[in-house]
């Protein structure tokens, strides 16, 4: 009886709750969501099957999410069984041939089929491909002494938007091709905020281990301006993997893209609390 009555309390929030989202299912309707996937995001099995199961309920709303993922700390596990030395400047991984061999593998291989088959897991049906496929992401190389690090030079979102027609839901790995058949390592946040500018996408969510960009004191900035982001960047006080993350954002705003959120992919719900709650999470960027 205790047991039953448990339950229909439980089953009357889960109806509320839903209730309460259709206003900002009705918002996003239709809509294109580009998620960049940290490699700090995808911590745990159970981390991944929860993002996979919030980006499959999303395509079920009819909100058509594109992954763009990273996996840094898979690449440096990698590298070091290889006995390959690395480096990162400002965020950004030193690449000489060697390296990107072992990026593409990894990235392209494990790391892009593990998100496909989490998603495919919870009743979605993704694909996973590279910037390479049907000229996705053609690259130049990066300023700088990083070698094969590259930055998108042309976007060509078509095979992307043709996955997203079909009822898929696109799963693309940081890679580029150069013009003369090199392959670059594009940063994860850099090939997300090129992707979602040619996309024309509604909302990019770049997910990391913080809660949002934080002050000089430690505390999360709810909403940024471009201005904010060059002086705290300036100050040191934006550093290190969030360069990228920032620089990111503007670009993407500046691009076409309708607002960039800055957010902790380690919450539990993270994609559905920011589109489908009033609650905002992390720190946002508007044109
Ligand atoms: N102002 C800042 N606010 C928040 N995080 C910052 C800031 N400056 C530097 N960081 C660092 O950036 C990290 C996120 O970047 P990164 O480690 O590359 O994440 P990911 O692997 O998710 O792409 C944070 O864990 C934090 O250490
Ligand atoms: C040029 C460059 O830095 N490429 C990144 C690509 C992966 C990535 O961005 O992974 P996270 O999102 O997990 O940091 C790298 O080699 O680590």
């Known amino acids: 009886m205790e047991k039953s009555k448990a339950v229909k309390r439980d089953s009357i929030t889960t109806a509320k709750i839903l209730s309460d989202a259709l206003p900002h299912m009705q918002r996003h309707d239709g809509s294109i969501i580009v998620i960049k996937l940290g490699g700090h995001a995808m911590s745990s099995p159970e981390a991944m099957a929860s993002f996979a199961r919030d980006v499959v309920l999303m395509r079920q709303c009819n909100v058509n999410p594109v992954i763009v993922h990273g996996g840094g700390p898979m690449i440096n596990e990698m590298l070091k069984k290889l006995d390959i030395p690395s480096e990162f400047v400002n965020g950004k991984r030193v690449s000489d041939a060697a390296t990107v061999e072992v990026v593409e593998m990894v990235l392209s291989g494990k790391v892009n089929k593990s998100i496909v088959q989490a998603i495919n897991g919870?009743?979605?049906?993704?694909?996973?491909?590279?910037?390479?496929?049907?000229?996705?992401?053609?690259?130049?190389?990066?300023?700088?002494?990083?070698?094969?690090?590259?930055?998108?030079?042309?976007?060509?979102?078509?095979?992307?938007?043709?996955?997203?027609?079909?009822g898929m839901i696109p799963v693309i790995a940081p890679l580029g091709a150069?013009?003369?058949?090199?392959?670059?390592?594009?940063?994860?946040?850099?090939?997300?905020?090129?992707?979602?500018?040619?996309?024309?996408?509604?909302?990019?969510?770049l997910l990391t281990d913080v809660e949002g960009v934080k002050d000089a004191e430690g505390d999360v900035i709810t909403s940024l301006t471009a201005e904010q982001v060059e002086q705290l960047t300036r100050d040191g006080v934006i550093a290190g993997g969030m360069i990228p993350k920032t620089q990111t954002a503007l670009d993407a705003v500046r691009g076409g893209v309708k607002a960039v959120v800055i957010m902790n992919g380690q919450q539990e719900n993270a994609c559905l609390l920011e589109l489908f709650t009033t609650y905002g999470a992390g720190s946002m960027i508007r044109a």
Request: glycine share 16%; net charge negative.
């Open 122 to 166: 919870q009743g979605g049906r993704a694909v996973g491909i590279s910037g390479k496929d049907a000229n996705l992401m053609v690259c130049t190389q990066a300023e700088g002494d990083l070698g094969l690090v590259g930055d998108p030079h042309t976007v060509d979102a078509t095979v992307v938007q043709s996955l997203i027609n079909d």
């Open 178 to 205: 150069g013009a003369n058949g090199e392959t670059f390592n594009v940063n994860g946040d850099t090939a997300a905020g090129a992707i979602a500018a040619g996309l024309h996408a509604d909302r990019l969510l």
